[in-house]
């Protein structure tokens, strides 16, 4: 009676082991996210909200954070580089084996549309960001002053990308809405193109 008692435990042992084994052998897939746009786009704060830390007090970032976030079986790695005007020129020494670009847009800062406009298509036209799927942040729509999705795409001509698959999505950093929506299309995008 013992005996048995001994090898049922021990099978169960196993076969919790053999369980552990499993998971243990399919990780995660891990993705690259590079989180990128101008100074002052509010690029930090959807990657604290992400990572379920205080927004209270966010500063400029002067070089870059760098955050992983569990969600749908992927374990994102979000790099977010400072949008300063001096430090936009190391963004490529960041773009080596991105699988998402997001791009972050202030939706109230109509001043400087263009300059991020020409920013975006500057890092569309870039080799080794060539087909990576883009997810255009919209931000700061809780604000009075903001430009909808719909004029800010059609401001920076989106309908013109042909050759990788684009979003633009609404959101607000600062409330949290429209956040998870993006990362939902982000894990759906990026599965398509690991398969």
């Known amino acids: 009676m ?5 090898e049922e435990g021990l099978g169960l ?3 919790l082991l053999s369980i552990l084994r499993k998971l243990k052998s399919a990780p995660d897939q891990e993705v690259r996210i590079l989180l990128l746009g101008l100074d002052n786009a509010d690029k930090t704060t959807p990657l604290k909200q992400l990572a379920s830390e ?3 007090h966010i500063t400029p970032t002067q070089g870059f954070n760098i955050k992983s976030v569990q969600s749908q079986g992927f374990k994102l790695n979000i790099w977010d580089i400072g949008g300063q005007r001096k430090i936009r020129p190391y963004w490529r020494s960041y773009f080596e084996n991105t699988d998402i670009l ?7 800062d109509r ?4 300059e ?4 975006l298509t500057e890092l569309l036209e870039k080799e080794k960001l060539s087909c990576v799927t883009v997810l255009i942040f919209a931000n700061k729509q809780d604000l009075l002053t903001t430009a909808p999705a719909s004029e800010i ?3 920076l001509n989106l309908h013109t990308i042909r050759d990788r698959v684009w979003q633009i ?4 950093a600062l409330t949290g809405e429209g956040v998870q929506d993006c990362m939902n299309w982000v894990c759906k995008n990026v599965n398509v193109k690991k398969k």
């Open 102 to 108: 997001i791009y972050v847009i202030d939706s109230a």
């Open 2 to 6: 013992k005996w048995e008692e001994e």
């Open 153 to 155: 795409a059609k401001g």
């Open 169 to 172: 999505q609404s959101c607000s």
């Open 111 to 114: 001043k400087r549309f263009e």
């Open 54 to 56: 205080d927004i209270s």
């Open 13 to 15: 042992r196993m076969g």
């Open 116 to 119: 991020t406009g020409q920013e």
